[in-house]
């Protein structure tokens, strides 16, 4: 039998009544302007149902209420894509892992919620096709007067429901001072209240706990008439509730001396300015030694330590890091000039000593020989001054032939 048309020639309750005498098997489509919902039958009783047939409906409802973990719900909904002709809540009852009365209870409540939603339906179209089944059929058979008959009586609530919860987009917020007497919470209520955090709206609620719309608003208006619910957001000209709370508290703050501390943001010292002073500090000569060669004086080149990743010395600035700046190595300490020599005292080779015929000036209490023909091969001749470190000399004479 061929059954469809639309809402406006025939009721829902009819096309149930039609169904239940004629005892068909099949799903029953009924298509509106914004959503789709589905109602399965078997021999003429209600099996399952949803009013929305993008979402898993059953399976929202059985994770909201906290019966599933993570690996067997991983594991079900794995199974689920591989078979899309089985439901989920049909693969964790075979799994054993959840009781299967509570999921019968929970599969009734659903199909119910589903034909009360449905029921306010005034516009769109249905279909009955006999060749679909089930894929979550967990064994539940409701009458279709038994249904119908729920459905209406909630039709009658539903007025006065919506008096104070106008839509399912409002927000819903708890007060900061509750009503002073007892208040006894369900373990329903308790898990909607958790949920509430003044953003969410009564639609995100029956999303997040898979409840039906008359499920979550008939809570809603219990717990705002008990003085535990606020429906509509807080704004910031509010006397009362969280808003109006911080507002009050920032006032204290300048009577508590607290204000909040200013960060002081390092001083950073401008790369050109580091290089200047790195280029100073090596043009510095070193002190107690005066030297005459037969080419201008350069200081000796300190070495560069190389950076890598295991050795990588800290930076004194981001300029340095950057590779703007070369790691210096620092001078020899003054306690270091006075270390025992590394050659042994006696005439330097390659250095003639001063005779008492030659030319000489004196500078400081270093002579110097000026008299050309005395000149060694290596192009100059020198004479320190006693204190001075021989093997320091020889090193930086060294250094001076090598530029």
Same mark, same amino acid.
């Given at each position: 039998?061929?059954?469809?048309?639309?809402?406006?020639?025939?009721?829902?309750?009819?096309?149930?009544?039609?169904?239940?005498?004629?005892?068909?098997?099949? =799903?029953?489509?009924?298509?509106?302007?914004?959503? =789709?919902?589905?109602?399965?039958?078997?021999?003429?009783?209600?099996?399952?149902?949803?009013?929305?047939?993008?979402?898993?409906?059953?399976?929202?409802?059985?994770?909201?209420?906290?019966?599933?973990?993570?690996?067997?719900?991983?594991?079900?909904?794995?199974?689920?894509?591989?078979?899309?002709?089985?439901?989920?809540?049909?693969?964790?009852?075979?799994?054993?892992?959840?009781?299967?009365?509570?999921?019968?209870?929970?599969?009734?409540?659903?199909?119910?919620?589903?034909?009360?939603?449905?029921?306010?339906?005034?516009?769109?179209?249905?279909?009955?096709?006999?060749?679909?089944?089930?894929?979550?059929?967990?064994?539940?058979?409701?009458?279709?007067?038994?249904?119908?008959?729920?459905?209406?009586?909630?039709?009658?609530?539903?007025?006065?429901?919506?008096?104070?919860?106008?839509?399912?987009?409002?927000?819903?917020?708890?007060?900061?001072?509750?009503?002073?007497?007892?208040?006894?919470?369900?373990?329903?209520?308790?898990?909607?209240?958790?949920?509430?955090?003044?953003?969410?709206?009564?639609?995100?609620?029956?999303?997040?706990?898979?409840?039906?719309?008359?499920?979550?608003?008939?809570?809603?208006?219990?717990?705002?008439?008990?003085?535990?619910?606020?429906?509509?957001? =807080?704004?910031?000209?509010?006397?009362?509730?969280?808003?109006?709370?911080?507002?009050?508290?920032?006032?204290?703050?300048?009577?508590?001396?607290?204000?909040?501390?200013?960060?002081?943001?390092?001083?950073?010292?401008?790369?050109?300015?580091?290089?200047?002073?790195?280029?100073?500090?090596?043009?510095?000569?070193?002190?107690?030694?005066?030297?005459?060669?037969?080419?201008?004086?350069?200081?000796?080149?300190?070495?560069?330590?190389?950076?890598?990743?295991?050795?990588?010395?800290?930076?004194?600035? =981001?300029?340095?890091?950057?590779?703007?700046?070369?790691?210096?190595?620092?001078?020899?300490?003054?306690?270091?000039?006075?270390?025992?020599?590394?050659?042994?005292?006696?005439?330097?080779?390659?250095?003639?000593?001063?005779?008492?015929?030659?030319?000489?000036?004196?500078?400081?209490?270093?002579?110097?020989?000026?008299?050309?023909?005395?000149?060694?091969?290596?192009?100059?001749?020198?004479?320190?001054?006693?204190?001075?470190?021989?093997?320091?000399?020889?090193?930086?004479?060294?250094?001076?032939?090598?530029?």
């Amino acid at each position: 039998m061929t059954l469809e048309g639309s809402l406006d020639a025939f009721s829902l309750p009819d096309i149930f009544q039609l169904l239940s005498f004629t005892k068909k098997t099949g =799903a029953l489509r009924i298509q509106s302007p914004s959503a =789709a919902g589905l109602v399965y039958f078997s021999t003429g009783s209600v099996t399952g149902g949803t009013s929305d047939t993008s979402r898993q409906s059953l399976g929202r409802r059985v994770v909201g209420k906290g019966l599933v973990a993570d690996d067997v719900l991983r594991q079900a909904v794995t199974a689920v894509r591989f078979d899309a002709s089985t439901g989920l809540a049909r693969v964790l009852r075979d799994s054993g892992s959840i009781d299967e009365a509570q999921l019968h209870e929970i599969a009734i409540e659903q199909a119910t919620d589903a034909v009360f939603d449905l029921l306010r339906w005034t516009e769109g179209d249905f279909a009955f096709a006999t060749d679909e089944g089930n894929p979550d059929d967990l064994g539940i058979a409701l009458g279709v007067e038994d249904i119908i008959a729920e459905g209406r009586r909630r039709l009658e609530t539903w007025d006065a429901l919506s008096a104070v919860v106008p839509s399912s987009d409002v927000i819903v917020s708890i007060p900061l001072a509750a009503s002073d007497h007892e208040t006894v919470l369900a373990p329903a209520e308790w898990t909607l209240l958790a949920l509430v955090d003044g953003q969410r709206s009564v639609a995100d609620l029956v999303d997040l706990t898979g409840r039906g719309e008359f499920a979550i608003v008939s809570a809603v208006v219990s717990l705002v008439e008990r003085g535990l619910l606020v429906v509509g957001e =807080a704004s910031a000209e509010d006397s009362a509730g969280l808003p109006a709370l911080l507002r009050r508290q920032r006032m204290l703050s300048d009577l508590e001396g607290r204000p909040e501390p200013e960060s002081e943001a390092p001083a950073v010292v401008p790369a050109s300015q580091e290089v200047q002073d790195y280029a100073e500090e090596a043009a510095a000569p070193a002190p107690s030694t005066v030297v005459r060669t037969d080419k201008p004086f350069q200081a000796p080149q300190r070495s560069v330590v190389p950076t890598n990743a295991a050795h990588a010395p800290e930076p004194r600035s =981001a300029a340095v890091a950057a590779g703007a700046v070369p790691q210096v190595v620092p001078t020899r300490p003054d306690h270091l000039m006075n270390r025992k020599p590394d050659f042994p005292e006696g005439p330097i080779p390659g250095v003639r000593q001063p005779s008492s015929g030659g030319a000489h000036q004196t500078i400081g209490a270093t002579a110097v020989a000026t008299d050309p023909s005395m000149a060694p091969s290596a192009g100059a001749l020198i004479e320190r001054d006693p204190s001075v470190n021989k093997s320091l000399l020889l090193r930086l004479i060294a250094g001076v032939r090598g530029l």
